[in-house]
């Protein structure tokens, strides 16, 4: 198949279903993934090891695994999680594997070593190569003063805070970038933010300074795949302009080509319209989720929105 260069930005689930679509719009796809995750198995091995926490990197790596049966075993054992209540519990082999590699061989060959052994339909590779904390900025904590501002530290406290996000930043507050994702950045053709967890797995990137330069400066056509809906907690009660308008307020001089919704999601066309223009975009809005009405993406309706775009460009 080959086709055009395109790299994606973000954090998992939103970032497995961009990779299952774009995995059939060409066979040169590198995933660029947060690593600013601390709940669960990753925060445990981040927090006993000191490694970039594994698991949004893991579930690219099994969304990008290949269609033969070798490819496919080796896929689902990573996503395979351990029972009971030992020492192992809740670990995912996948995150095992990639700590074990890391260790022995560094994070950005251990992503390759795994990704020959699925059959990877494409690279992945680490935002930054130092572990991410996220903070935000909230209001609505304190009962005593509705509008006062309290800071919420850590990937899991941010996206179940019951407060407004207002501002989100990351310690260490100047993160060295990947060198290889910002190369893939700068060779991309096309390069796609979003959809997922949008303050803690996509608007992260931009505050990485190295990729934020290289998302502004590459001559790709730029895609925003936006929500279907607000995240509860995280980005509870934003329309789909906010989305937009969120993003951009953390990189302001990124221009955005091409922003993707679904119609049946937008409750306010003008108003959605008018924020792609402020960022310098066109809006195409297309069918992309779920026939059950789940707020998901559908990577075949999706695959064929990108197609369109990479057509166009």
Known sequence: MSGPKIVALGGGHGLAASLQALRQVTDQLTAIVT????????????????MLPPGDLRMALAALAGDDAWSQTWGRLLQHRFGGDGPLAGHAVGNLILAGLTESSGIVEALDLVGRLVGARGRVLPAS?????????????????????S?????????????DVCAVYLLPEDPPACPEAVQAVLDADVVVLGPGSWLTSVITHL????LREALAKTSATRVVALNLAPQLGETD??????????????APELTIDVVVADPSRVLDRHGLMSAVESAGGRLVLAPVSLADGTPRHD????AAVYREIVATS
């Open 151 to 163: 800071r919420v530290v850590g990937q899991v406290a941010v996206a179940t805070t019951p407060g």
């Open 299 to 302: 990577p075949q309706l999706l």
């Open 237 to 250: 009660g934003y329309s789909p302009e906010t989305h937009l308008e969120v993003l951009c307020a953390h």
């Open 207 to 210: 505050l990485v300074p190295e």
């Open 35 to 50: 690593v600013a995750d601390d709940g669960g198995s990753s925060g445990r091995l981040r927090d006993e090891l000191g």
């Open 129 to 149: 190569t130092t572990p991410l904390e996220i903070v935000a900025e909230v209001v609505g904590l304190d009962p005593a003063d509705r509008s006062a501002i």
